[in-house]
């Protein structure tokens, strides 16, 4: 290779690259204004990516460590004017078999929204939906008390008649117990 040739080669690479950083740097300014309402939209997606993140976090935690973070967000994020805080509260306290476990407290909460807390459209949905799988969640374990309730009173009486299948092969074995009043 010459040298004519490598230095044309290099100058063809510095003009490309001198290109492309002055294309970058003329892009029109309309162009973000125009973005602006799909940025409002990544916030708002960006709100419920939060919540799940803090969903997974605190799938995480340790018994030891949800009791603090159940302390801290029963103080801070409880009675938050902040929609995030709220419901990272109620994730919290919907946690399924915790200490702090409380449906009905959470439920109540996500029901009882003030209306000075506004919800974006998608967190509205999400509340939505935090509703409709909580309260399918107390009708289950509802169901489930009242399924465990029945099967003890079944146990109870099965034992019952095993006694008393027990006490007549015990009388057919002996037949002076039966003799004797």
Known sequence: MNISTGLKLILALGLVLTGCTALTERQPPDILT??????????????????????????????????????????????STDAGERLKYILLISMPNTAHTDIQAALALLSDWPQEISLSPSLASFRELLIALLTEQQTARASMRNLLYKLKNTEEQAQTL?????????????PIRRITP
């Open 162 to 174: 095993q006694k008393r299948i027990d006490a007549i092969k015990s009388m057919e074995r002996n």
């Open 34 to 79: 125009e973005q602006t309402p799909q940025s409002e939209g990544l916030n708002d997606d960006n709100a419920i990516g939060e919540l799940m993140r803090y969903h997974g976090f605190l799938l995480e935690k340790k018994v030891f460590q949800l009791a603090w973070e159940y302390n801290y967000a029963k103080n801070h994020f409880k009675d």
